[in-house]
């Protein structure tokens, strides 16, 4: 889905308005940014999300190591943890790799706590090995859930193509 019509299914008309009060610009831009850009042979504005993407796909291309922190930035400044980045090219039966990560780094997560707590103790080292096990735990969660909310984009879209008879459109 583009950013236009993701903007154009969530924002309506009253709004638009709300927003471009919010924002201090004209309702006639939020629209613009509803509709598919000049660029695309539409009438509408490329918009903030657009650029956004933009600004770290260039990064990406340029090979700059920053460019994961832009987005790692913008889910801490609203307050999401970010999913992690699958390589590209990557094809797999949704879900099954990171369910075995995940039951992998639980895994190592209780063997840690057991090793650390059979003293009935823990010491410095063994609750840093404990929060680093926890880490990966959280990093597979996060891992398990962009991939199953990648699927479930996929399967809405061919639900839509079906009910319409009309190709839904290509994900950046």
């Not at 940014?33 to 260039?58: A, K, M, N």
């Not at 809405?156 to 839904?168: I, L, M, N, Q």
Request: net charge negative.
């Amino acid at each position: 889905m583009r950013a236009w019509q993701l903007l154009a299914d969530i924002l309506e008309r009253g709004d638009q308005k709300r927003l471009a009060f919010d924002l201090h610009i004209s309702p006639t831009l939020i629209s613009l940014w509803c509709l598919p850009p000049h660029r695309e042979g539409g009438t509408g504005e490329y918009s903030p999300l657009e650029r956004t993407v933009d600004v770290v796909e260039s990064l990406r291309r340029n090979e700059n190591p920053h460019a994961e922190t832009i987005v790692r930035w913008l889910c801490e400044q609203l307050g999401y943890m970010p999913a992690l980045r699958v390589p590209a090219g990557t094809k797999q039966v949704a879900g099954l790799a990171e369910v075995a990560a995940l039951i992998r780094e639980t895994g190592e997560f209780l063997g840690a706590t057991a090793d650390a707590s059979a003293d009935g103790r823990f010491d410095l080292a063994e609750l840093l090995r404990m929060r680093a096990e926890l880490s990966d735990v959280q990093a597979a969660t996060v891992a398990l859930a962009a991939s199953l909310d990648t699927e479930i984009r996929r399967l809405e879209d061919e639900a839509v193509c079906e009910r319409t008879g009309r190709f839904a459109g290509v994900r950046r």
